[in-house]
């Protein structure tokens, strides 16, 4: 494993820290063009970012007759002691997928010591999950079994691209290959033992592995489904917030997910309202023009696992790094909602 790691990123290996601007794509040759579409996609060597690359003849000779990706099966060994896996999706961005799967991940290992819970954060280009959750700043380091996630609890670990930064302003300037380049390396080269078991490359005896999706159906979704394909994916959460400019991009998901054979858990509707801690009337600040996400779900015959209400606490919890759930006013609207959704998605899946 240490000499697969100092292949892909050979000025690391001294310190052993992967490094996102070392990265060249998984299959994607370093002399490639910088709109290569990636040597296993049927336009390879066809498409109009390949006139001059020097490897285009070659490409085009193969393209669409590769077969198999062959990691797939390496991928479905490494993950075959993961029971649940789970994505967090939506067409649109800014509903709060990265704050539901934070704090759905908090919640899960909080209730139980003895479940071991990882966090996989597949939005390349916008990795909030470290933050979200903490863990800003540290450094995945190779170990004998794999990248060693980065470990918030015991029993909860983290693998972000933003681990790999030099700074937190950089920005991830790369198109599809490279992203599901790496997307392919937080699934194969992974070791998810919890932070107190030994370094042996077994695999993982995890309980729930979530996923944090950017907005959309494009690269890094395609990419995960492919990759998963042997492994199996338990189903989809799908968040949206009340109003018709959101629900439409998530029916968009929605179909995304039966066309790519995606089971669907249910669909969280967050940022719901918002109730006032001196009078407790509510205010719809995303107005439900349209029925919201509960017509939605029973429009399309999907499970709705509950509706979050606004609370100012949830940010703060985010902010800092925190579970809302063990800071906040266990009372709290908010607080009662997310217990509810996690417990029917529990229900759902166990």
């Known amino acids: 494993m240490a000499e697969a790691v100092a292949a892909i990123f050979p000025e690391q290996q001294q310190q052993q820290t992967p490094s996102a601007s070392a990265f060249v794509g998984d299959r994607v040759p370093d002399n490639a ?23 285009q003849e070659i490409c085009a000779s193969q393209a669409g007759v590769a077969g198999p990706d062959p990691d797939i099966a390496v991928i479905t060994e490494r993950l075959r002691g993961v029971k649940h896996k789970i994505l967090v999706l939506s067409g649109k961005g800014g509903v709060g997928k990265s704050t539901f799967t934070s704090q759905l991940a908090f919640a899960l290992a909080a209730d139980d010591e003895d479940r071991e819970v990882g966090v996989v954060d597949v939005d390349v280009c916008g990795p909030s999950i470290p933050t979200i959750m903490g863990c800003a700043r540290e450094e995945v380091h190779a170990s004998g079994g794999g990248w060693s996630p980065v470990f918030v609890r015991d029993n909860l670990g983290v693998m972000s ?35 107190s078991s030994s370094d042996g490359g077994d695999p993982p005896n995890l309980d729930y592995l979530i996923f944090d999706t950017p907005p959309g159906t494009s690269d890094e979704h395609l990419s995960v489904v492919q990759l998963l394909s042997g492994a199996g994916i338990t189903g989809a959460v799908i968040v949206t917030t009340p109003q018709e400019v959101s629900l439409m991009d998530v029916r968009k ?9 995606v089971p669907i858990i249910g669909v969280v509707e967050n940022m719901s309202g ?19 996400a509960r017509k939605m779900c029973a429009d399309l015959g999907i499970p709705l696992l509950g509706s979050i209400p606004l609370d100012p606490s949830i940010g703060r919890a985010c902010d800092f790094g925190s579970s809302f759930l063990d800071t906040c006013d ?17 229900k759902i899946v166990e």
Not at 164 to 179: N, Q, T
Not at 274 to 291: D, E, L, M, R
Request: net charge neutral.
């Open 161 to 195: 691209i933003g681990f790999m930064l030099p700074d937190d302003d950089s920005a991830v300037i790369w198109r599809g290959p490279k992203k599901n380049g790496m997307i392919k390396q937080f699934l194969r080269d992974v070791d998810w033992g919890s932070s």
């Open 330 to 346: 266990p009372q709290s609207p908010a607080a009662k909602a997310y217990r509810d959704v996690i417990a029917n998605i529990r």
């Open 274 to 292: 918002f109730v006032c801690p001196a009078c407790h009337g509510q205010s719809k600040i995303f107005y439900p023009s349209t029925g919201g």
């Open 253 to 261: 998901e929605i179909d995304f997910c039966r066309k790519a054979k």
């Open 33 to 55: 063009n910088e709109h290569c579409p990636g040597p296993e996609s049927e336009s390879a060597g066809k498409a109009d970012g390949c006139a001059g690359c020097p490897n």
